[in-house]
């Protein structure tokens, strides 16, 4: 019969402390933000590190169109590739396609600019220690 292998974990410490209800309120909202248990936010924020906030399902939509954006420049680029020298000349010469291409790319600029505004929620970050 074999042996079980028991992994020993490092022993804890128990600490406790006073607040009120409204400061507990506070932390376990802070901590649920993240996703993480009141016990780890409290002990990240008592290291100096501030956990980030998950993202809004506005800020996963927008992060979401990115990606969409990002596959558009690269089906562009793509095609872009595999025409010869003459092809690009000749593309870029057509005022049709140039105004499609300006539009194009209008709206692509306006739709990163919608992105950014809807990822303007305050996400608190690491604080730098000082030297």
Not at 49 to 62: C, F, G, I, N, S
Not at 92 to 106: C, P, V, Y
């Amino acid at each position: 019969m074999k042996k079980k292998r028991i992994i020993k974990r490092p022993t804890t410490r128990v600490h406790s402390f006073r607040c009120t209800e409204e400061v507990w309120l506070q932390l376990k909202a802070l901590a649920k933000e993240c996703g993480i248990s009141l016990n780890r936010y409290l002990t990240e924020t008592g290291l100096k590190h501030h956990p980030r906030q998950r993202l809004t399902k506005e800020e996963v939509d927008a992060l979401n169109s990115l990606v969409y954006a990002r596959t558009d420049l690269i089906s562009i680029s793509n095609v872009l590739a595999k025409k010869t020298e003459e092809e690009k000349l000749k593309l870029f010469r057509t005022e049709k396609f140039m105004s499609w291409w300006i539009k194009a790319s209008a709206e692509l600029i306006r739709h990163w600019y919608s992105i950014e505004e809807n990822i303007s929620s305050p996400v608190l970050t690491k604080e730098r220690s000082e030297p």
